[in-house]
């Protein structure tokens, strides 16, 4: 598993913490995947509410604070797929 990968599961279980409620899947690009249920948030790639996908260094930016996740999405960096409501609640959350 790349060292790409490790970050995002650490960042993501910082954040986030538990009791997220839906899933969604983080794609970054070259690197792998990563889920987030109410399971917590592992190294994995399966089906997904929604789907995010973005490069290593937009996802970066997003977890350190540089980067809004709306404003990614809204520039292109930032692509979804699937429910629109989840992205926004998870956008909430990382923001």
Same mark, same amino acid.
């Given at each position: 598993?790349?060292?790409?990968?490790?970050?995002?599961?650490?960042?993501?279980?910082?954040?986030?913490?538990? !009791?997220?409620?839906?899933?969604?899947?983080?794609?970054? +690009? &070259?690197?792998? =995947? *990563?889920?987030? @249920?109410?399971?917590?948030?592992?190294?994995?790639?399966?089906?997904?509410?929604?789907?995010?996908?973005?490069?290593?260094?937009?996802?970066?930016?997003?977890?350190? !604070?540089?980067?809004?996740?709306?404003?990614?999405?809204? +520039? &292109?960096?930032? =692509? *979804?797929?699937? @429910?629109?409501?989840?992205?926004?609640?998870?956008?909430?959350?990382?923001?």
């Amino acid at each position: 598993m790349s060292d790409v990968i490790n970050e995002a599961v650490a960042a993501l279980s910082e954040k986030l913490g538990s !009791g997220f409620d839906s899933s969604v899947k983080f794609e970054i +690009t &070259g690197e792998g =995947a *990563v889920m987030v @249920d109410s399971d917590g948030v592992r190294a994995e790639d399966g089906d997904a509410d929604c789907t995010l996908t973005a490069d290593a260094e937009t996802f970066a930016a997003m977890m350190d !604070g540089s980067l809004n996740p709306t404003a990614a999405f809204m +520039t &292109g960096k930032l =692509a *979804v797929d699937g @429910d629109m409501g989840v992205a926004m609640k998870l956008g909430a959350m990382l923001a």
